[in-house]
């Protein structure tokens, strides 16, 4: 292959030595650091020993890592002796694990890296630690980790290393933008995936800094045809955990020519820009062999950046980084900051020694917020959704919107004008209008989920400002989650309420007054068989609620669900249960899916989501 930049000096920057040598090898190194390669404990792991001979083409020296200011060792008497001390020297101040005991009170005065295997970075404490310190204006939260001692030693290791000056190929791989192409970044879109060999750009070329952004799962980021690839085969698979389709001998998804094994990219940095591309140990959706961060960190990457959760990464945040990359500012802090403003918590995590701070944005100031009667509330939503642009010009819902539209104007403008319609009268024929929208609104969703309708979410948030308060609620899986409310900036878009668990990302969807949902399920089904789906229906005003359910286009087919819609009272202030089953073709392929419970009233649309797993038929 073609590469950027010529091969490095022969002289060695990391040294492979087993696993009962490491402490020894890391005593003499630290001893004199200019003089010795950096020992990696390879025995038993052929691919640290190959991620170590491409690292010989990203690292031309050894160099004396930034330090931080606190570091903490998390589990330390699991790791292999040597690779504490090895750590040692990129922190001023070293802290006893229990200073994590209360991670909410820890505020972490100055930087801190945190430092232990993947399994020991849970949501208590990493999600209080990430809540706590992204805003600051230092970089207080750097992690060092790996799927064993092994890699968070070479991982370790990585950090003393010195980047090659050559290598200085910035690259945007994006399967969801066409950015604008900065002079100085190779950028990637998705006219580029289906005429150029991206496979080969990517592998063939050592990179700097690297972005892959597109859709997928915490094993893989989609880019067109081709795929970033979390699986590593040299690791053995955990019994009874969840795997994509590949753990169950079913072929990929995506064409098997056309996958790229992220441990075999050649990059300084590696940014994960999909949702849940890195997410805390306990909120895997996967078997560790096949995770997106892990087989990163086992590759020759010094620095790797991951999306804990989901986000609204898009065309800003692409700018955002390419700017940052241009200039050397770190990616992490520009990433986070750019999405400051759509949402109250921390997308991005660093793995990897940061550099200079960097100074985090202000949040932006919140918008007025005021509750409406149900006349004004259909006006604003129908002038939404006939004039924000949401829905097309040729939409089947438009005439009877519109329509509908011309009432609520009369009543709103001139109340009185109607002589013959008292206020009662007025509502009751509101009432029933909106009845009869909310049931072509649900049947049209039921037939067609992707109507542009159910686009609601993202079409309002991206014309939308966040408002700082947040409220901590309870997810349906039971994990702790926020709610927050992003302000529409013009008339016609609507305010939105979203809530997001780390585990299951963002949870639901709805705008304000409108019926609250959470569903609940099983978290795997058998293939053939039956997933009973209770729906929680919580509505903000007594009245009937259309309800429906769907799955991914991808299942549809192997799927039936039963009803379709119903509809149900619902009554202001209390919750109310509604049933459905979807029963599963013998033949569905085991993996990872979801499904959606949507409701409807007075015109919007609210949705839960909630992941399942479909496993093999028990015999």
């Not at 990493?126 to 980790?145: D, I, K, M, P």
């Not at 998705?190 to 080969?200: A, G, H, T």
């Not at 926020?482 to 878009?493: A, C, D, I, N």
């Amino acid at each position: 292959m073609n590469r950027s930049v010529t091969e490095p000096p022969s002289a060695a920057v990391f040294r492979p030595v087993a696993r009962g040598g490491f402490a020894a090898a890391v005593k003499e190194f630290l001893a004199d650091p200019g003089r010795l390669p950096v020992p990696v404990p390879v025995e038993g792991r052929a691919d640290l020993d190959r991620s170590v001979g491409l690292a010989a083409g990203l690292y031309d020296g050894v160099r004396t890592p930034p330090q931080v200011d606190f570091g903490i060792v998390l589990g330390a008497g699991e790791l292999l002796d040597g690779v504490v001390e090895l750590a040692r020297p990129l922190a001023g101040r070293w802290l006893p694990e229990e200073e994590l005991d209360d991670a909410a009170g820890f505020r972490c005065p100055g930087s801190l890296v945190v430092v232990g295997g993947y399994d020991r970075l849970g949501l208590d404490p990493v999600r209080a630690l990430l809540l706590a310190t992204y805003r600051g204006a230092e970089r207080a939260l750097t992690l060092l980790s790996g799927r064993d001692d092994a890699s968070v030693a070479w991982n370790i290791a990585k950090q003393y290393g010195r980047s090659v000056p050559g290598v200085d190929a910035l690259g945007l791989f994006t399967d969801t933008d066409r950015p604008p192409r900065l002079p100085g970044v190779r950028v990637f879109d998705d006219r580029d995936f289906e005429r150029s060999d991206i496979q080969r750009e990517i592998l063939g070329t050592r990179w700097r800094r690297v972005v892959f952004q597109g859709h997928g799962k915490d094993d893989s980021v989609n880019l067109g045809e081709f795929t970033i690839c979390g699986l590593n085969p040299a690791v053995p698979a955990a019994p009874g955990l969840l795997g994509p389709r590949c753990a169950y001998g079913l072929p990929c998804y995506k064409p098997e020519d056309k996958l790229i094994p992220l441990n075999r990219v050649e990059a300084v940095e590696v940014v994960l820009n999909a949702c849940n591309s890195g997410p805390l140990a306990d909120l895997a959706l996967y078997d560790p062999r096949y995770q997106l961060l892990l087989n990163a960190l086992d590759g020759p990457a010094r620095t790797v950046v991951s999306a804990v959760s989901v986000h609204d990464s898009d065309r800003p945040e692409n700018v955002a980084w390419m700017r940052a990359a241009l200039t050397g500012a770190d990616s992490v802090d520009t990433l986070n900051a750019s999405l400051a403003g759509s949402h109250p918590y921390p997308a991005f995590m660093r793995f990897g020694m940061p550099g200079e701070p960097s100074r985090t944005p202000a949040a932006p100031k919140p918008s007025e917020h005021r509750p409406d009667p149900l006349v004004l509330t259909a006006g604003r939503r129908l002038t939404a959704l006939l004039a924000s642009g949401l829905l097309p010009h040729n939409h089947g819902l438009r005439p009877r919107l519109s329509k509908l539209a011309r009432k609520v104007d009369l009543w709103v403008a001139r109340p009185t004008h109607l002589a013959d319609q008292s206020s009662e009268e007025i509502r009751s024929s509101l009432a029933a209008d909106l009845q009869s929208l909310d049931h072509v609104i649900a049947e049209a969703v039921a037939a067609n989920p992707e109507d542009e309708i159910m686009n609601y979410p993202a079409h309002f948030g991206d014309r939308s400002s966040l408002d700082p308060r947040v409220r901590e609620v309870t997810c349906h899986c039971g994990r702790p989650a926020q709610e927050f409310t992003r302000r529409g900036l013009l008339p016609q878009v609507l305010d939105t309420t979203c809530a997001v668990c780390m585990r299951c990302g963002d949870v639901t969807f709805r705008v304000p007054g409108a019926p609250a949902l959470l569903a609940h399920a099983a978290d795997e089904v058998e293939q053939g068989g039956v997933l009973e789906v209770r729906a929680d229906l919580l509505a903000s005003r007594t009245g009937p609620v259309r309800l429906g359910l769907f799955v991914p286009t991808y299942l549809r087919q192997d799927t039936v669900v039963e009803p379709a819609t119903v509809k149900v009272r619902g009554s202001a202030g209390e919750h109310r249960d509604v049933t459905f089953r979807v029963r599963f073709a013998p033949g569905t392929a085991p993996q990872a899916y979801y499904f959606t419970v949507f409701a409807v009233q007075d015109l919007a649309v609210s949705t839960a989501r909630r992941h399942f797993g479909v496993v093999p038929h028990r015999t």
